[in-house]
Structure formats: C-alpha cells, structure tokens
C-alpha cells in the first residue's frame, strides 16, 4: 500500500522552543494533506488542511501562529510548534489525500504519527 | 451534521472469540464508511471500507457491511486474536465534505490468550 513517513516519529523538547514536524507521501502526489491532534484514549482532532501551494485551513480553535503549515511540494507538508508548552504535547498524525500516483483518487493514507513530548 | 457513533470500550474478549463493534454513523448525503485500526504508539490504518448501501468491506477476516437502512457499519470478525487488540475507529467521508473523514471516537479491543 501506499506510504506515508513521519519524522521525527518520537520528539522531547524544552518549553519554548519550536519542533518542526515532517509529513511526505513517498509514492504518490499529495496536493493536501491533512494535520490530526489526538489526545490519549480520544479520537482524532483535525487541526487544519495543508493546501500545496497555499495557505492551509485551520479548523476552529486552532491557533495558526502557533500550528504553522507550509505544504511545499506534492509530497511534503510540515507542521511547526512554535513556542512550545507542556499543554501541546501530543501525538500529531498526518494524512495525505492522493492526487496522482498509483493510487485511487482521493484515497487518504495516514503517517505512523509523532508523539510530542514538551517538558 | 455529520457524525459517527460508536460503542465504548473497552472490549475484551479472549483468543478465539467472536468480535462485534458497533458503528451508526449521520450524514447529509450518501457517505463512505471505513474502519481503521490503531495498534499502539502508531498511526491509522485502513482496515476495510465500503462505498455504497449494501456493500460489504472485508480485510484480514474483518467484515463490516453498510447498513442504510439502520445507518450502520458494524465491525464483525468470527475469531479474534492476540495480535488484533488495538484500537478500532469507525469513520465516514463525503465528496461534499472534500472527503476529509470524521472519525468515532474509537473502541479498545483487548484479546486476551
């Protein structure tokens, strides 16, 4: 099937400090991709649509000075935690929607997910 | 809106026993339904879907057929083991809805030898 990669997978930081996150689809054309917050025992919260070539679109509540995403290419979204607090760590999955490639249209693929750790 | 509802968990069943979880999902319009399993500190992975009334999806002796009529998508396996205890989430997606899924909200499912 098709694979999605998220790095780092496993990442403890300072409060304060900033942690980019990567998303890539590495076998087919993701012209978005997708951000999700879970919470431990919950389900996934989506936070914004990462948009190739465009601004992304945060859910509501979602800080976007604070959630930055830049989807630079067909197969790279990042999110950046900026400043961050004990209160953002989490485990952040990713999920890219196919547009080109081998792959059904539309079909979405999910990243193995980052757990955030901020002391 | 559109939502998914799930039953709660924990499951627990031991090795060999039949599993059922039960989704029932609303939707504006006609959605697809998927099942996606979570084992633990990873990511979703697509279990099974179905993409019209009647269909049944079917993945690694899991089964779920889209109900219309009772607007549901229950999760059935005849003989769980060990290695399927993970976390189970039922979801749905609309063409209208730019197919971005709206999950339950998850069901544990622990199997016990």
């Known amino acids: 099937g098709a694979v999605v990669s998220q790095h780092p997978s496993r990442v403890i930081c300072k409060s304060g400090t900033s942690v980019k996150i990567e998303c890539r689809s590495l076998?087919?054309?993701?012209?978005?991709m997708f951000w999700y917050r879970q919470f431990p025992k919950q389900s996934l919260m989506l936070m914004a649509t990462s948009n190739e070539g465009s601004k992304a679109t945060y859910e509501q509540g979602v800080e976007k000075d604070k959630f930055l995403i830049n989807h630079a290419s067909l197969t790279l979204s990042t999110l950046t935690v900026t400043s961050a607090h004990p209160e953002d760590s989490s485990f952040y999955i990713c999920?890219?929607?196919?547009?080109?490639?081998?792959?059904?249209?539309?079909?979405?693929?999910f990243g193995p997910g980052t757990r955030l750790t901020v002391l | 809106g559109n939502s998914v509802t799930q039953m709660e968990g924990p499951v627990t069943l031991s090795e060999e026993a039949f599993l059922t979880i039960n989704c029932t999902y609303t939707a504006t319009g006609y959605p697809s339904l998927f099942w996606y399993v979570q084992y633990p500190g990873e990511g979703l992975q697509l279990l099974l879907k179905a993409t019209k009334a009647d269909d049944k999806g079917s993945n690694k002796g899991f089964e779920a057929t889209y109900r219309k009529e009772t607007t549901s998508f229950h999760l059935e396996k005849g003989s769980v083991q060990v290695s399927d205890s993970a976390v189970y989430f039922c979801a749905l997606s609309l063409s209208g809805g730019s197919y971005i899924p709206t999950f339950g909200r998850g069901t544990s499912l622990i199997v016990h030898p």
């Open positions: 076998d087919f054309q993701a012209t978005t």
């Open positions: 999920s890219a929607r196919v547009a080109g490639g081998p792959y059904p249209y539309n079909e979405q693929f």
